[in-house]
């Protein structure tokens, strides 16, 4: 079964809902954590571990000069000018590269190879005994998380239970994320920004047929409005986390509500078994 | 020799546009013939790496000038291998007012690299 948590808007609670539910679930059962929020990747924070690292490369163009005939076709079907023909040699920006693939097809001298290129890296571990965190990381100045997305999610494959923690917003990076789950988690907060992209989220989720349900985090107990979006939709709202100074404080030093706080283990496997129902597959 | 202007407009009255990639059109001028052919830029709405390929389009027209208000570091690396050299117009005048500055020798060769 595999689980997504997203969000729309950053900073609602995606990876603090992400890391509880991993950590208690893993006391019964193995459980691969997959952090896809590969821009700023931090649920190592809550799983300290030393890792094994795998790079991601995707595949740019190299011109093979003693074929090419500098006709310029390359160039014109570039959309992203990753390739300029000039007067006497084809020049390749591979950051402006999108790997299509473009390039070598339309090449009528089969003069355009594919080098593969590094772009980011997964890193996998193991902090807890049946927890496996594989944490994608882009580089900086990279453009293509999504790639780095798929090869931290292919590194997961064949595991009986994953959870995905998608990366704000509701662009490529979380389409990726969510392609393939069973269930997604949709993490929001008590004020009307948190609302706003939990519109969005719900309607992403929607179009790529995920069923879903919402989390409430820092709620001030007037949850009214969210409560009234997620009833329209039909979203069932699976657990609701207070504002409160002693969930903020184990938070804050990268603590787990779910192994420090009273209560929390138990609500943790409340919120798998609603998820569980939604998904309607067998865990 | 082929130089290459950013233009709002097509023509040499045009004023002068100070953006290189995104500029609407581009003004070749050949200073031999003094004759002038205004392209329209297709590149003024694409998402993104614009620079290079509006070199290209000054390579494919023979140019081995481009007088422009700035260029972006991709465009740079293109326009120095490439071969074509880049020089600053600043000011607000025409394409031929910016051609005239050039053959004058008033213009600043913007760095490439």
Redesign the interface.
């Known amino acids: 079964m595999k689980i997504a948590i997203a969000s729309g808007k950053g900073g609602t609670g995606k990876s603090t809902v992400a890391a509880n539910l991993a950590c208690t679930l893993s006391r019964s059962r193995e459980v691969v954590l997959v952090d896809c929020d590969v821009e700023e990747p931090n649920l190592h924070l809550f799983f300290p571990a030393t890792t094994v690292d795998v790079p991601v490369t995707t595949p740019v163009p190299e011109i093979d000069p003693a074929r090419c005939t500098l006709c310029?076709e390359c160039?014109k079907f570039?959309?992203?000018?990753?390739?300029?023909?000039?007067?006497d040699?084809v020049?390749v920006?591979p950051e402006?590269c999108h790997s299509c693939g473009g390039c070598s097809l339309v090449c009528p001298q089969g003069a355009v190879r594919e080098v593969p290129r590094t772009v980011g890296r997964v890193a996998c571990s193991r902090p807890l005994p049946a927890l496996v965190l594989i944490s994608g990381v882009l580089n900086e100045g990279e453009v293509q998380a999504p790639a780095v997305i798929r090869a931290a999610k292919l590194l997961a494959e064949g595991h009986p239970l994953t959870l995905y923690d998608a990366s704000p917003g509701i662009a490529c990076p979380v389409i990726e994320t969510l392609e393939g789950s069973d269930a997604c988690i949709l993490v929001t907060e008590s004020t009307p920004f948190g609302l706003h992209d939990l519109r969005l989220a719900a309607e992403v989720v929607e179009r790529v047929g995920i069923p879903a349900g919402v989390v409430i985090n820092r709620s001030d107990g007037k949850d009214e409005e969210t409560l009234d979006f997620c009833r329209e939709r039909g979203l069932p709202v699976i657990m609701t986390i207070p504002f409160s100074r002693e969930i903020a404080a184990v938070q804050n030093r990268g603590g787990l509500i779910a192994a420090l706080l009273p209560g929390w283990e138990e609500r943790f496997v409340a919120l798998f078994e609603a998820v569980v129902k939604i998904a309607g597959v067998s865990p | 020799m082929i130089v290459g202007i950013t233009a709002r407009a097509a023509g040499t009255d045009a004023p002068v546009e100070q953006r290189f990639g995104r500029a609407p059109y581009f003004v070749f001028v050949d200073t031999e013939t003094g004759k002038a052919e205004s392209i329209e830029n297709p590149l003024v709405d694409a998402a993104g790496g614009v620079g290079p390929r509006a070199v290209q389009m000054f390579s494919e027209h023979g140019a081995t000038v481009v007088i422009t208000g700035q260029v972006g570091g991709n465009a740079a690396k293109a326009l120095e291998v490439g071969g074509i050299k880049a020089y600053a117009y600043r000011g607000s005048g025409s394409v031929a007012d910016a051609l005239a500055q050039y053959t004058a020798g008033n213009l600043q060769p913007l760095p490439l690299a």
């Open positions: 310029g160039g570039c959309r992203f000018g990753a390739l300029s023909v000039l007067k040699r020049l920006f402006l």
